[in-house]
């Protein structure tokens, strides 16, 4: 494919800065953060080429056709729309001075800008929920060193539409990216009324995302490590933006390695709970002092000992009905013994809308107990009513709650 040379002139038009080739460019924040993907590499797009979810790569070209989505996967085309990829190529103007790095990024933002106008987008991916919310910082970087009216533009327009809470994903990890791309926009463009509104929203889905004793409500343990993640980069981003960090979101942030680490089998990896895969390996937390914890939120943990590999380890489900990334598990049980697994759970396939998928979350999948002849109620209630553990064995009760209209 030709490789893109844009004339100095033409990135000026784009609204581009006018540094030499070469020249030591000031390294950001907003542009040298953990949110760039490892692929596609900026080398790959320059090449035109983009490779997203381990899928083989797609040539997009040096004019984007912003429908593409050969492998009609909606992850596939959320990536795609979130630009990300696009911000690597900034991230890589930073560290080495060349301009081409830039232009090409300037071209990819305003063309996607140019065919996917709110009211009549090319993909219906482009003004999805998280989709904006992960392009907005994308955007932010790109606008540290393009000074464009169209950029200023659609800044304004994706806060706008980050700050409708008719939009906004409450109690779940979609919303604090979502409160983290609004609060990026309100510190570049030091609109307050944006920073505050995303402060305050933050606040109340943290609450609502991580419970009391720092467990994750969304019903995949797995995921807990991403909200971990990216709660630490918004307190980071707030105390760069001047802003106070809420004592309610730091107190909730430091409980929650505790839920990851009681989640964590002797091996090193978090139990496949929900839609969690056994592959997730958690790193830099602490070990908690207790051998078995009951989490109110739906999970009874126990463990032989923290510090032998070969240790014996078991998780137990309960709690309120399915939603967010939950499956039909309720009195599952996982067992872990002499560095291997004797009872494991189908953990995750993909999002995808396929039978397989539907099965992975269906109580067939888990090792629940189930009566031969009765009708399953799904997203119903479990609770706890029973718990007894000593130096030996632990043991604990359920019984579902019947489900009322």
Same mark, same amino acid.
């Given at each position: 494919?030709?490789?893109?040379?844009?004339?100095?002139?033409?990135?000026?038009?784009?609204?581009?800065?006018?540094? !030499?080739?070469?020249?030591?460019?000031?390294?950001?924040?907003?542009?040298?953060?953990?949110?760039?993907?490892?692929?596609?590499?900026?080398?790959? /797009?320059?090449?035109?080429?983009?490779?997203?979810?381990?899928?083989?790569?797609?040539?997009?070209?040096?004019?984007?056709?912003?429908?593409?989505?050969?492998?009609?996967?909606?992850? $596939?085309?959320?990536?795609?729309?979130?630009?990300?990829?696009?911000?690597?190529?900034?991230?890589?103007?930073?560290?080495?001075?060349?301009?081409?790095?830039?232009?090409?990024?300037?071209?990819?933002?305003?063309?996607?800008?140019?065919?996917?106008?709110?009211?009549?987008?090319?993909?219906?991916?482009? $003004?999805?929920?998280?989709?904006?919310?992960?392009?907005?910082?994308?955007?932010?970087?790109?606008?540290?060193?393009?000074?464009?009216?169209?950029?200023?533009?659609?800044?304004?327009?994706?806060?706008?539409?980050?700050?409708?809470?008719?939009?906004?994903?409450?109690?779940?990890?979609?919303?604090?990216?979502?409160?983290?791309?609004?609060?990026?926009?309100?510190?570049?463009?030091?609109?307050?009324? $944006?920073?505050?509104?995303?402060?305050?929203?933050? !606040?109340?889905?943290?609450?609502?995302?991580?419970?009391?004793?720092?467990?994750?409500?969304?019903?995949?343990?797995?995921?807990?490590?991403?909200?971990?993640?990216?709660?630490?980069?918004?307190?980071?981003?707030?105390?760069?933006?001047?802003?106070?960090?809420?004592?309610?979101?730091?107190?909730?942030?430091?409980?929650?390695?505790?839920?990851?680490?009681?989640? !964590?089998?002797?091996?090193?990896?978090?139990?496949?709970?929900?839609?969690?895969?056994?592959?997730?390996?958690?790193?830099?937390?602490?070990?908690?002092?207790?051998?078995?914890?009951?989490?109110?939120?739906?999970?009874?943990?126990?463990?032989?000992?923290?510090?032998?590999?070969?240790?014996?380890?078991?998780?137990?489900?309960?709690?309120?009905?399915?939603?967010?990334?939950?499956?039909?598990?309720?009195?599952?049980?996982?067992?872990?013994?002499?560095?291997?697994?004797?009872?494991?759970?189908?953990?995750?396939?993909?999002?995808?809308?396929?039978?397989?998928?539907?099965?992975?979350?269906?109580?067939?999948?888990?090792?629940?107990?189930? /009566?031969?002849?009765?009708?399953?109620?799904?997203?119903?209630?479990?609770?706890?009513?029973?718990?007894?553990?000593?130096?030996?064995?632990?043991?604990?009760?359920?019984?579902?709650?019947?489900?009322?209209?």
């Amino acid at each position: 494919m030709r490789r893109l040379a844009l004339p100095l002139a033409l990135l000026l038009a784009l609204g581009g800065p006018a540094d !030499t080739a070469g020249a030591t460019v000031k390294r950001t924040a907003e542009c040298q953060g953990d949110w760039l993907p490892a692929t596609p590499t900026a080398a790959e /797009v320059m090449k035109g080429e983009v490779a997203f979810l381990d899928l083989p790569p797609v040539k997009v070209g040096q004019d984007v056709d912003w429908r593409t989505n050969p492998y009609k996967n909606r992850s $596939w085309g959320m990536v795609f729309h979130s630009l990300r990829w696009m911000g690597r190529l900034v991230a890589e103007y930073e560290n080495n001075g060349e301009e081409r790095y830039l232009a090409r990024a300037t071209e990819i933002a305003q063309d996607w800008v140019k065919d996917n106008p709110r009211g009549r987008p090319a993909s219906p991916y482009a $003004w999805a929920e998280h989709p904006i919310a992960l392009r907005a910082p994308a955007l932010v970087c790109l606008s540290r060193h393009v000074d464009a009216k169209w950029l200023k533009d659609s800044l304004s327009e994706h806060a706008r539409v980050l700050g409708d809470d008719r939009l906004y994903e409450w109690g779940h990890n979609h919303g604090i990216d979502q409160d983290i791309a609004l609060l990026g926009i309100g510190c570049r463009l030091n609109d307050r009324r $944006w920073q505050d509104h995303a402060i305050r929203r933050l !606040t109340k889905t943290v609450k609502l995302d991580i419970d009391s004793q720092g467990a994750l409500m969304e019903q995949a343990p797995r995921y807990a490590i991403y909200v971990h993640d990216r709660l630490k980069v918004a307190m980071t981003n707030l105390k760069d933006c001047g802003r106070k960090v809420p004592g309610d979101i730091s107190a909730r942030w430091s409980k929650l390695g505790g839920f990851i680490m009681h989640s !964590t089998n002797p091996a090193g990896f978090m139990v496949p709970i929900g839609d969690g895969g056994a592959d997730h390996e958690p790193s830099g937390f602490q070990n908690p002092s207790e051998r078995v914890k009951v989490f109110k939120a739906g999970y009874v943990y126990g463990r032989t000992d923290w510090a032998k590999p070969e240790s014996a380890f078991y998780s137990i489900r309960f709690g309120p009905g399915t939603k967010y990334h939950g499956h039909e598990d309720h009195l599952g049980l996982t067992y872990y013994a002499q560095g291997r697994d004797v009872l494991v759970d189908a953990g995750f396939h993909s999002y995808e809308p396929t039978r397989y998928r539907y099965w992975t979350m269906s109580p067939e999948a888990h090792n629940v107990p189930t /009566v031969v002849g009765a009708r399953f109620r799904p997203r119903t209630a479990t609770t706890l009513s029973r718990t007894a553990y000593d130096s030996g064995p632990a043991s604990a009760t359920g019984s579902p709650t019947r489900r009322t209209a």
